[in-house]
């Protein structure tokens, strides 16, 4: 008899995700035009894998996103509720988001040797170099800048374009890089096209927030360049501003959020 390998951690995750993509598209169609008998049958023959999988899950997606809260348990039921409505239905989409980052950041931690098969991180491992995922609009002076002061804390950016795409699409490609990241940094300048008193952001900027506001949601530092504004529905509520020729004050946001996300160790300066 041959015997089954152990997936380990990354596998069992994977599978758990798979039932969960499986969920969301059983959902979308419960939601436009409801669930044939057979359907609703296979439905929750995946529910009742679930459920009990989410208990596990749960705790190790939010470990693994560095969120000390997570989405708890109580969340996943929600998500998990049988009959449709808009509360179960934004809840199934958060963690199924959710645990497509942590799927993703499992992989990257296991590839680069900083957990093993079981999810455990190595010892000696935990003090990695800090990866910071930066959106952005375009190339411009303020994103050279904040590309040099994050390499010169020892971050590494991580700037989707300059990112081997490995064959991903470009909605892949920004989710694996996201996953891969300990913080994001929004670099929201003003779109020159725009025309009017109020300039938002790009369109893939505005994107990419709401994504890490799923995956890093206490893990995001706002930058807002002068002139511009975010949409009323863009819910950042610490901001600092910058000009491209200014990013002091905007630096000085950089580390002292960084620090308090424990990315990098607080110096003391004394004077001469």
């Not at 040797?113 to 079981?118: F, Y």
Request: net charge positive; charged share 25%.
């Amino acid at each position: 008899m041959v015997r089954r390998k152990d997936k380990g951690i990354e596998g069992e995750l994977q599978d758990f995700c798979s039932n969960l993509t499986k969920s969301v598209s059983y959902r979308g169609t419960q939601r436009k035009k409801g669930l044939t008998p057979d359907t609703a049958k296979e439905m929750l023959l995946i529910w009742a894998k679930l459920v009990p999988q989410s208990g596990k899950f749960a705790p190790i997606i939010a470990d693994l996103m560095s969120d000390g809260v997570g989405y708890s348990y109580e969340k996943w039921k929600v998500a998990f509720t049988l009959e449709y409505d808009k509360a179960s239905d934004d809840e199934l989409l958060n963690c199924w988001t959710y645990a497509l980052a942590a799927t993703g950041k499992l992989e990257s931690d296991i590839a680069n040797g900083i957990r093993d098969n079981k999810g455990n991180v190595i010892a000696g491992q935990e003090m990695g170099q800090p990866k910071c995922f930066i959106s952005h609009s375009g190339v411009t002076s303020a994103l050279t800048k904040v590309e040099q002061f994050l390499n010169a804390l020892g971050v590494e950016p991580l700037i989707v374009k300059d990112q081997p795409s490995s064959g991903k699409n470009i909605y892949d490609k920004v989710t694996k890089y996201l996953s891969d990241s300990d913080c994001v940094l929004i670099l929201a300048t003003k779109d020159d096209k725009q025309k009017g008193k109020l300039r938002y952001p790009g369109g893939n900027v505005l994107h990419e927030i709401g994504l890490a506001q799923k995956t890093h949601r206490d893990k995001i530092i706002y930058l807002l360049e002068q002139g511009a504004e975010f949409p009323s529905n863009i819910n950042a509520q610490v901001r600092e501003r910058f000009t491209q020729a200014n990013m002091e004050e905007a630096f000085k946001c950089i580390v002292t959020e960084m620090v308090a996300f424990k990315l990098l160790k607080a110096v003391k300066t004394t004077d001469n």
